[in-house]
């Protein structure tokens, strides 16, 4: 199809705004899926996605839709984005692959804070926006006040803001004509926006399909096989089954297995062309050799000029949590290597490298976004590929200045020096933006400042709401802040951050005991004035989630060779005298004294085995 009738473009939202349902009606609209075959959701085709209720993964697919009162048809590439600030990256990668963006705000509850943060990515990427107020049809809908807040936001007029329901359907046939009307084209020239001030123009009128092969990889999976499927968007030239393929960072050939597009499952196409969003097989069995964010061009493409430049990809993503991976069983440690390669493939944003434990054995140190990245991912590692997982504490990395003048940056409380070999420790600080009712801002304020941040900055939105710039520690905002800000603003609250820099600060190592073996996995770095009442609270959850046993087991918290807080998980108890009548007392106090001895060798000698669920469940302290 002609690059003037194609058009590219995603849906940004912050979580539970309709993104998934108005993609939903536009599938209907355009009749991409049959009305019998349609479900609720039908992008979100991961099954976390649909019992978790958000959008783990992008999801491209494509349409075709031809306006009222015309016979040309249009190709529509859409990809559905996650709204949750752990998947950011999902979205900044959906970002490089379009020419526009629907911005959708929920008309009951104004905009957010990720609303504001995935619109500075889409402007950054010089998108064109379409702003767009979902639920109309809901009673607490205030439309013309979200209208205001959304109409400062941008700068435009409150006429080019749209009005849909995406659950009944209403506006949306005139959203798809506006994203016809609004988002232009892909570029003719071939190349990314970007580029254009480094590349000398060319000659109008130039058929982008001519051109050398340039390609983008957004998004891969791992097929038993095809191996490898790179999703990619064409930017230049024509991606055919058969063609020899060369991938410019890793230097891998390969022959085009397969193309096609997603409708949206992947269907086989003959060749996709300039402007296409499609996928391509590329056989390839070795998932380290196919990264997101390389260029694909024909494997002779090496004098061909300016256009075989590798396109610029993505920032590489940074890691604001880390954990350690250990397979229960050792043997398994192999498979939790390709298990997490093949994660990688979908989830660019997955760090991971060896580690070795004294207590759990090898394993792995991985890289995350957030908490709920985490749980993401071991979620599908215990499905999907059957591991069962011990995990550390979740930590986030630190700079240690050493005595000697070294510099080590950790990302495991195991790993911290000892503490008379220490000069300063750094810890990376956030840049916090949250967008409550003004009414919360005490509350909020208090919160801010109980977890060691501070207010930087308060401006007000339309409808008595305030937009809350704070800066505070990483540490204090991954693990339970969300719940809490939720908590104190009856759900009414937002939150989005981005890393800004590292700051010192008093910390100090707190170590768990559990029947005096100290376990590494819940080892981690706390600040020195909070230590015994993080500790007192780790011990009592632990107390608990820790199954009984037939003899009582110690819970201690340690700091600097100290026991600052203790609890005792009590033995059970079996009744050795319930089958005795009568008789002298004597008798039943031998049994109990033979018991007390049998519980004391116990405890002596046998170990205490943690189940795997209660890391998980410790994630959320």
Known sequence: METNHIRNFCILAHIDHGKSTLADRFLELTGTIEKRKMRAQVLDMHPLEREKGITIKMQPVR?????????????LNLIDTPGHADFSYEV??????????????????????????????????????????NKIDLPAADVERTAEELGELLDVPRQSILSVSAKEGTGVRDLLNAVIARIPPPRADGLQKRESALVPA????????????????????????????????????????????????????????????????????????????GYVATGVKDPQRIRVGDTLVTANAAHEGDYVVPLSGYRQPEPMVFASLFPENQDDFESLRAALEKLKLEDAALIFEPEESAALGRGFRAGFLGILHVEIIMERLRREYAMVLVLSNPSVAFRILTKNGAVRTISSAVKMPPLQEVASIEEPWVRAEIIAPARMFGAITHLINERGGSVTEVATLAGERLQICALAPLREIIV?????????????????????????????????????????????????????????????????LIPRALFSIALQAENDGRIIARETIPAMRKDVTGYLYGGDRTRKMKLWKKQQRGKKRMKETATVSIPPEVFLKMLRK
Not at 65 to 70: A, I, L, V
Not at 213 to 235: E, M, P, T
Request: proline share 4%; net charge neutral.
């Open 63 to 75: 349409m075709r839709y031809t306006p009222g009162g015309r016979t040309d048809a249009y190709e």
């Open 480 to 544: 339970d802040f969300y719940d809490t800000l939720k908590g104190i603003s009856q759900g009414l609250a937002s939150l989005s951050y981005v890393l800004c820099d590292y700051r010192p600060g008093d910390l100090v190592r707190l170590d768990i005991r559990v029947a005096g073996e100290q376990v590494a996995s819940f080892a981690e770095i706390v600040p020195r004035e909070r230590a015994v009442y993080i500790g007192r609270s780790r011990v009592e959850k632990l107390k608990d």
């Open 92 to 133: 900044s990668r959906a970002l490089a692959a379009v020419e526009g963006a629907i911005l959708l705000v929920d008309a009951t509850q104004g905009v957010q804070a990720q609303t504001i943060a995935n619109l500075r990515m889409a402007m950054a990427e010089e998108l064109v926006i379409i702003p767009v107020l």
């Open 202 to 277: 060319r000659v109008s009128g130039v058929n982008p399909d001519a051109l050398p092969l340039r390609a983008l990889i957004i998004d891969s999976k791992y097929d038993a096989y095809q191996g490898v499927i790179a999703h990619v968007r064409v930017f230049g030239g024509v991606l055919k089954k058969g063609t020899r393929i060369r991938c410019m960072a890793t230097e891998q050939v390969f022959e085009a297995l397969e193309v096609g597009v997603f409708i949206p499952e992947r269907s086989v196409e003959p060749s996709l062309g300039a402007g296409a969003i």
